[in-house]
């Protein structure tokens, strides 16, 4: 059985994954609300976007304070390129 700080890691790993992937979501959402025809869409989908990628950065800086885990390297939970999120 898992010791409590093993547990705790898997904890942390899966919260990580979980907000990259939102961000991910929110950042696909905000992409196809700015091909709306509606200008006030566009601009608060940019904005979105904007907020989007400040959250990440800094939970990105965050994540890389904590250094390496006792077992290794941190896990590295990047969001993915806005290319890849238009498609």
Not at 36 to 43: K, T
Not at 54 to 73: I, S, T
């Amino acid at each position: 059985m898992p010791d409590r700080n093993e547990q705790l890691d898997e904890l942390l790993v899966f919260t990580a994954r979980s907000i990259s992937q939102l961000t991910e979501a929110l950042n696909a959402l905000s992409f196809e609300l700015m091909a709306s025809e509606d200008p006030a869409v566009r601009i608060a989908s940019r904005r979105m976007v904007s907020r989007i990628a400040a959250v990440q950065a800094g939970f990105e800086q965050r994540w890389r304070q904590l250094g390496p885990l006792p077992e290794g390297e941190p896990v590295v939970v990047p969001m993915d390129d806005d290319a890849s999120l238009r498609d």
